[in-house]
């Protein structure tokens, strides 16, 4: 059975987390859209890894990662991922990670304009800076440069020749700055490919050639499902499909191989950057719950704005992404409070939204409509079995199944890989 795991709010749901327990029960596990502006959390005992390239799988020995085409690749980044882990006695191969010819290659040029484009903005993005808009936009317009590309140097010398001749004009005439050598990036670059050389294939044959065997297939979505280009809360969105129909194009596995959809959420909400949050805590409780959640972004160390569950925004996750099963994250950060809210519909200019508009203005000066539960003043993180979970916060959970029509399997209640109940 091949399962996809996606984001269904604003990012950072605890995706790393389920992706590491999912995954010692499937044979490969599949990155498809995003780069190293994903931060993915795995704790084990008392060690945290942050992934941001490899997928969250990388820990369990035997078991092979994926890295999809639909994945904007920094080279750099990635080869200093994969020597962290052997730093720590982790050893990364050519058996244990595949990564796709067709992938795209963020250069530097992607991530200086990333940086230069948020300045001269007004109405700023919030980006993660690491080049992935850049990237994408360049691999629309097709003069994109792809992992194969820096197997052959006669390749990589065209493109970057004809690439730093539009960028270095750009650079100078638009934002003044200075150029970029081709000596210094295609040399920096050809080592890259001589790196990761083994590592590269045409990863949509070695994946179906294991879904032919019966392999079992766990997709990883980046980001989350309001940060698609596409679904998100366009423009405050990152450039990738990140709901799952980003899949098929990202990895070259059809929808029909595609059996369960598992929808990962905080048991509140979070977003980081700009962009609307109908939902977001007034200053003081937001303080409090970033700082009892932890929420620092995972690749930037950003304060993440923190606000309640809001069940119109994730109904429509669950529509998109034809979710199958929940999976409700950090339910042990709500534990002690008097009592818990849950938006279940938006106002704006006298009329009701018990659907997630389509209109930024109506998002973003919305009012929530809310439902007030009350609290469960106990602890969660010892819980493993859902009967035994304080009558309020079970109560909490079977709310939120009914207003998102769907049922909930899993539920984390701390950040190690046991701190967690499956129904
Ligand atoms: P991702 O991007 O979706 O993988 O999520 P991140 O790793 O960016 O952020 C999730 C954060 O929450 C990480 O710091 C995790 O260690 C942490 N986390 C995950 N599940 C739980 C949980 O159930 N309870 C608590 N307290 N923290 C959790
Ligand atoms: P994971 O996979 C949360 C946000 C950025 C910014 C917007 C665009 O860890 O959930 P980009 O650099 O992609 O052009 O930035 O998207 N963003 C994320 N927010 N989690 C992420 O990934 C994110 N990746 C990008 O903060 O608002
Ligand atoms: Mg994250």
């Given at each position: 059975m091949n399962l996809a795991v996606v984001g269904a709010q604003w990012g950072d749901e605890g995706k790393g987390k389920l992706i590491d327990i999912l995954s010692q029960d499937s044979d490969v596990t599949v990155r498809y859209q995003g780069g190293n502006n994903a931060g993915h959390t795995v704790v084990v005992k008392n060690k945290e890894y942050v992934f941001h390239l490899l997928p969250s799988a990388i820990l369990h020995k035997g078991k092979i990662c994926?890295?999809?085409?639909?994945?904007?690749?920094?080279?750099?980044?990635?080869?200093?991922?994969?020597?962290?882990?052997?730093?720590?006695?982790?050893?990364?191969?050519?058996?244990?990670?595949?990564?796709?010819?067709?992938?795209?290659?963020?250069?530097?040029?992607?991530?200086?304009?990333?940086?230069?484009?948020?300045?001269?903005?007004?109405?700023?993005?919030?980006?993660?800076?690491?080049?992935?808009?850049?990237?994408?936009?360049?691999?629309?317009?097709?003069?994109?440069?792809?992992?194969?590309?820096?197997?052959?140097?006669?390749?990589?010398?065209?493109?970057?020749?004809?690439?730093?001749?539009?960028?270095?004009?750009?650079?100078?005439?638009?934002?003044?700055?200075?150029?970029?050598?081709?000596?210094?990036?295609?040399?920096?670059?050809?080592?890259y490919g001589k790196y990761l050389k083994d590592y590269i294939c045409d990863t949509a044959f070695f994946l179906h050639e294991l879904i032919e065997k019966k392999k079992t297939v766990l997709f990883e979505g980046a980001q989350g499902t309001f940060l698609d280009i596409d679904f998100g809360t366009y423009p405050f969105v990152t450039s990738s499909n990140s709901t799952v129909g980003g899949i098929g194009p990202g990895t070259g596995v059809p929808p029909t191989k595609i059996d369960k959809v598992i929808a990962c959420v905080k048991a509140y909400t979070t977003r980081v950057g700009e962009g609307p949050f109908p939902t977001e805590f007034p200053e003081d409780f937001n303080d409090q719950i970033r700082t009892k959640g932890n929420e620092f972004g995972a690749t930037t160390g950003?304060?993440?704005?923190?606000?309640?569950?809001?069940?119109?925004?994730?109904?429509?996750?669950?529509?998109?992404?034809?979710?199958?099963?929940?999976?409700?994250?950090?339910?042990?950060?709500?534990?002690?409070?008097?009592?818990v809210k849950v938006c279940v519909a938006y106002k704006y200019k006298g009329k009701t939204y018990k659907t997630f508009p389509e209109d930024l203005e109506v998002i973003t000066k919305a009012e929530p409509v809310y439902e007030t539960l009350p609290g469960w003043k106990d602890s969660t993180r010892g819980v493993r079995d859902f009967k035994k979970l304080p009558k309020n916060a079970k109560a909490y959970i079977k709310r939120l199944e009914e207003l998102l029509k769907v049922r909930v399997k899993y539920i984390s209640v701390g950040t190690k890989r046991d701190e967690i109940i499956v129904r």
């Amino acid at each position: 059975m091949n399962l996809a795991v996606v984001g269904a709010q604003w990012g950072d749901e605890g995706k790393g987390k389920l992706i590491d327990i999912l995954s010692q029960d499937s044979d490969v596990t599949v990155r498809y859209q995003g780069g190293n502006n994903a931060g993915h959390t795995v704790v084990v005992k008392n060690k945290e890894y942050v992934f941001h390239l490899l997928p969250s799988a990388i820990l369990h020995k035997g078991k092979i990662c994926v890295i999809g085409n639909g994945v904007v690749i920094d080279p750099k980044a990635l080869i200093g991922e994969i020597k962290e882990l052997e730093g720590k006695g982790l050893k990364v191969s050519p058996k244990s990670l595949k990564i796709s010819g067709r992938a795209h290659i963020v250069m530097p040029y992607h991530r200086i304009l990333d940086g230069l484009r948020e300045t001269k903005r007004k109405n700023k993005i919030g980006t993660t800076g690491r080049g992935i808009g850049p990237c994408y936009a360049d691999k629309v317009t097709r003069c994109g440069i792809r992992m194969i590309d820096l197997l052959n140097p006669e390749v990589l010398k065209a493109k970057l020749e004809d690439n730093l001749a539009e960028k270095n004009e750009t650079f100078s005439k638009v934002y003044g700055e200075k150029d970029f050598p081709f000596g210094d990036i295609y040399q920096e670059y050809l080592d890259y490919g001589k790196y990761l050389k083994d590592y590269i294939c045409d990863t949509a044959f070695f994946l179906h050639e294991l879904i032919e065997k019966k392999k079992t297939v766990l997709f990883e979505g980046a980001q989350g499902t309001f940060l698609d280009i596409d679904f998100g809360t366009y423009p405050f969105v990152t450039s990738s499909n990140s709901t799952v129909g980003g899949i098929g194009p990202g990895t070259g596995v059809p929808p029909t191989k595609i059996d369960k959809v598992i929808a990962c959420v905080k048991a509140y909400t979070t977003r980081v950057g700009e962009g609307p949050f109908p939902t977001e805590f007034p200053e003081d409780f937001n303080d409090q719950i970033r700082t009892k959640g932890n929420e620092f972004g995972a690749t930037t160390g950003r304060p993440r704005r923190c606000g309640w569950f809001d069940s119109v925004l994730v109904r429509y996750s669950v529509i998109l992404n034809g979710v199958t099963n929940l999976a409700i994250m950090k339910l042990d950060v709500l534990d002690n409070l008097e009592e818990v809210k849950v938006c279940v519909a938006y106002k704006y200019k006298g009329k009701t939204y018990k659907t997630f508009p389509e209109d930024l203005e109506v998002i973003t000066k919305a009012e929530p409509v809310y439902e007030t539960l009350p609290g469960w003043k106990d602890s969660t993180r010892g819980v493993r079995d859902f009967k035994k979970l304080p009558k309020n916060a079970k109560a909490y959970i079977k709310r939120l199944e009914e207003l998102l029509k769907v049922r909930v399997k899993y539920i984390s209640v701390g950040t190690k890989r046991d701190e967690i109940i499956v129904r």
